[in-house]
C-alpha cells in the first residue's frame, strides 16, 4: 500500500512542463519503454499527456511502474 501512497504524492508534485522518465508496465506494449519527454498537460487523477520524440503519450497512473523526474 505504501508504494501507491509514494507514486501518488509524486504524481502530485509533478508539473506541466518536467522532464520526466516513465517505466510502463510491459502488457501495455507501448515502445520505447521507458518513456522519457515532457508533461504537457495533467489533471488530478494522475492522468497526464507525456510528450516524447516527437509524439504524446497518454500515461494513466495504473499504468507506471516507475517515474523519475529528470533535470531540466
Do not use: W, Y
Not at 521507458?34 to 510528450?51: N, S
Amino acid at each position: 500500500m505504501a508504494i501507491f501512497e509514494s507514486l501518488a504524492q509524486t504524481l502530485k508534485k509533478l508539473a506541466v512542463g518536467d522532464r520526466v522518465k516513465v517505466t510502463l508496465r510491459p502488457e501495455l506494449g507501448r515502445f520505447p519503454n521507458p518513456l522519457d519527454g515532457h508533461i504537457t498537460q495533467k489533471d488530478d487523477d494522475g492522468t497526464f499527456l507525456l510528450e516524447s520524440a516527437g509524439s504524446t503519450v497518454k500515461v494513466g497512473a495504473g499504468d507506471i511502474l516507475s517515474i523519475t523526474k529528470m533535470s531540466r
